[in-house]
Every structure is written in C-alpha cells, then in structure tokens.
C-alpha cells in the first residue's frame, strides 16, 4: 500500500516481465540467498539511500576544491614572491602563456537541496547539475549484501 502523496507521482508498471532464471534461482535449494534479495525490502532504506547521496556530493565538492588548490609545500621569500609576481605579469612574459590572476576573490555556492527520500527507488538516482550520474544505492547494497549472503567475506572489493 502507497500512501497518497507517493501514490499520485508513482507510475504503476504497465508489464511485468518474469524471468525464467530468477523463477529456476528461486526453485533451487542453495538459492536462499537469492530468494532474500528478490524479495527485499528497499522502501526501508530510503532514507540510508539519500544520506549516501548527500555524502557523496559533499565528498565529490571536497575532491573538486582540494585539487583546485593544491597545498605548496615550497615556501619562498617576501622578495622572491616580489619577483615572481613582476615578471609573471603580462607585459613581462616573453612566451604567450595565460596571465596569472593576483587576487581570486571566493565564490560562494549555495549547496544543493538534500535529496527527499520518497523521490528514491531501485535504479532511480537524484539529478545533479553537473558530473557522472552516481552509482544505484540500492544495486550497491544489494549486491554487497549478497556477496555476503553467498558465503564470501564482507570486504569492499
């Protein structure tokens, strides 16, 4: 049962298609661990699922800034940082480089609205304005989750 806010926005699937794998997968004896992921319960792990969407945002922001300014290990005199800052100027360059800018003032950006769990299902990811879409949190868990089910060590590889 929907409640009535999800029921208005949810298309109910139109075709059903049963797969003559899953139906053998289902009907065999060591297949238990198939049988607890077909049938599992995603709607419980919405809200898991958009707090990994809102953490991976604020890990792909950090990366972006960290490599944007990478830390200066060399440290250099109030004269050398004189005359680097003279001669990188435009009217001193002798090849056709980009001038380097003095000051860059900070740009603030607003952060994105978190992501409403109820907008999230299996194979349904929160639009971003810009880089790769990420990954299904629901095909990620399940498929670390069966990994273990099947008898193998619970490592993230």
């Known amino acids: 049962m929907l409640s009535p806010r999800v ?4 298309q109910f699937p139109l075709f059903h298609e049963v797969h003559l794998d899953d139906q053998r997968l289902l009907n065999t ?3 238990e661990w198939f049988e607890i992921l ?3 319960p995603w709607e419980n792990y919405r ?9 991976l945002y604020d890990f792909n ?5 960290v490599s944007e300014n990478p830390d200066k290990t060399t440290t250099e ?13 435009t009217t001193m360059q002798t090849s056709e480089t980009a001038p380097q800018i003095l ?3 900070q740009v603030v950006e607003s952060k994105p609205v978190t992501v409403n769990p109820m907008e999230l299902s299996p194979g349904v990811v929160p ?3 810009a880089g790769r879409q990420p990954k299904c949190f629901f095909g990620l868990f399940k498929s670390f989750l069966g990994t273990v089910l099947m008898g193998f060590p619970a490592e993230p590889e």
């Not at 922001?61 to 800034?65: A, I, L, N, T």
């Not at 940082?81 to 990188?88: E, G, I, M, T, Y």
Request: proline letters at 0%.
């Open 7 to 10: 029921a208005e926005c949810y």
């Open 127 to 129: 639009a971003r304005l």
């Open 77 to 89: 005199t109030k004269e050398e940082a004189r005359q680097r800052l003279l001669f990188d100027r």
């Open 103 to 105: 000051y860059k003032g």
């Open 47 to 55: 809200v898991h699922a958009a707090s990994y969407y809102d953490a």
């Open 38 to 40: 077909h049938y599992f």
């Open 29 to 31: 004896i060591d297949g």
């Open 61 to 65: 922001v950090s990366q972006r800034e």
